[in-house]
T-cell receptor
Framework: GAVVSQHPSWVICKSGTSVKIECRSL??????MFWYRQFPKQSLMLMAT?????????EQGVEKDKFLINHASLTLSTLTVTSAHPEDSSFYIC????????????FGPGTRLTVT | LAKTTQPISMDSYEGQEVNITCSHN???????ITWYQQFPSQGPRFIIQ???TKVTNEVASLFIPADRKSSTLSLPRVSLSDTAVYYC????????????FGKGTRLSVIA
């Protein structure tokens, strides 16, 4: 079946530094990937839609200059949290849809970010 | 995107059948209904998807009435490992349309 991976699975960084999270579709090509954020005991919140070869579309309230998204190929999207602060600590999850037109979204295992 | 409403939580004993109902009154003609399961600190996992009537796979059944304004996920004979959050989502299936998550239902299975 379709597999989406994320790297790293967890990361700790100091306040003010930047962190890059990778999302890869391992056995299929994904023209569109989505990035979600999830705080403890809460649901997933959509942050942005990442389209291969074009700019990402951000949801209202998400700072595009803080959360940089790059979808440079059909199998890789990256989310960079710039100048991270403790309030950015969260669980970041990506998902991908294939190019065959099926509706199922495949989710990555998530990345736990802790900013100290 | 159609909004969904689910019970916040449910409890069940092992071996029982669990039915989780989701309300989606504003579902559009092109929308499909999809259920995901999420364990703590993991990404959501696809359970089942349907458009109308009944769909069954190896882990669950999905019942959708004719008006499609609600759906029921049925988990047969749950075990402790089914303790998770279950999300009901609706969407039109287009490639660039994201899934928007509601609050989900936290299912606790008790021995």
């Amino acid at each position: 079946g379709a597999v989406v991976s994320q790297h790293p699975s967890w990361v700790i960084c100091k306040s003010g530094t930047s962190v890059k999270i990778e999302c890869r579709s391992l056995d299929f090509q994904a023209t569109t990937m989505f990035w979600y954020r999830q705080f403890p005991k809460q649901s997933l919140m959509l942050m942005a839609t990442s389209n291969e070869g074009s700019k990402a579309t951000y949801e209202q309230g998400v700072e595009k200059d803080k959360f940089l998204i790059n979808h440079a190929s059909l199998t890789l999207s990256t989310l960079t949290v710039t100048s991270a602060h403790p309030e950015d600590s969260s669980f970041y999850i990506c998902s991908a849809r294939g190019t065959t037109g099926t509706y199922e979204q495949y989710f990555g295992p998530g990345t736990r970010l802790t900013v100290t | 995107l159609a909004k969904t409403t689910q019970p916040i939580s449910m409890d069940s004993y092992e071996g029982q059948e669990v039915n989780i109902t989701c309300s989606h009154n504003n579902i559009a003609t092109n929308d499909y209904i999809t259920w995901y399961q999420q364990f703590p600190s993991q990404g959501p996992r696809f359970i089942i998807q349907g458009y109308k009537t009944k769909v069954t796979n190896e882990v669950a059944s999905l019942f959708i009435p004719a008006d499609r304004k609600s759906s029921t996920l049925s988990l047969p004979r749950v075990s402790l490992s089914d303790t998770a959050v279950y999300y009901c989502l609706v969407g039109d299936g287009r490639g660039n349309t994201p899934l928007v998550f509601g609050k989900g239902t936290r299912l606790s299975v008790i021995a």
